[in-house]
């Protein structure tokens, strides 16, 4: 089994993180690694389930979990206790045999993380957060970004694919 390799993409809403984890996700599955992803749903509140399929009325009728399969695809509803630690959600996704997962959010948590620097108030996660291994700023906030790196922390334009080429090289020891 594959110890799967944790990283976090952190930021504030609209920061961009979701690109920045599909196209880190399209990059991982060209080079042959598969990646799962798991989101913190900081919003308040439970996630919201649009459909109405019978998995789902399962589910909202009190079922501790429903799962639905269909030609090699889960998806999968479960109530878990609000104490599950970070550790424990990354001990379900694990069963997927990833060889990386990509926890978007959780910002607090100490695994290595990149963070989305998008305009000034956001330069704070970097004075707030642990283990920043690398920082992808939008471009009016490259030069705040660099400062603040000092040359210590690699720091990338949100666009582009500077920041997958380093995580490939750094993480999985591969070059594009």
């Known amino acids: ?32 690694y598969e990646a799962a992803v798991l ?34 695809t889960i998806e999968l509803l479960a ?14 996704l694990s069963f997927f045999h990833p060889h990386v997962i990509i926890v978007e959010g959780y910002k607090n948590e100490d695994f290595p993380k990149a963070v989305l620097i998008r305009d000034e108030e956001d330069l704070r996660l970097l004075k707030r957060l642990s283990s920043i291994e690398a920082i992808l700023a939008w471009p009016q906030m490259l030069h705040a970004a660099e400062e603040f790196s000092g040359g210590n922390i690699p720091v990338f334009p949100i666009n582009g694919t500077l920041f997958t080429e380093w995580f490939l090289n750094s993480y999985l020891n591969t070059s594009l």
Do not use: C, W
């Open 39 to 72: 989101k913190h749903h900081g919003h308040g509140g439970k996630p919201d389930y649009a459909l109405q399929k019978d998995s789902h009325k399962h589910f909202h009728s009190g079922a501790i979990a429903s799962l639905v399969e269909g030609e090699g």
């Open 79 to 92: 109530n878990i206790n609000e104490d599950n630690t970070l550790s424990k959600l990354i001990e379900v």
């Open 1 to 32: 089994m594959v110890k799967p390799v944790i990283f976090q993409i952190a930021g504030f809403q609209n920061s961009g993180k979701t690109t920045i984890i599909s196209a880190l996700i399209k990059e991982l599955r060209g080079n042959q």
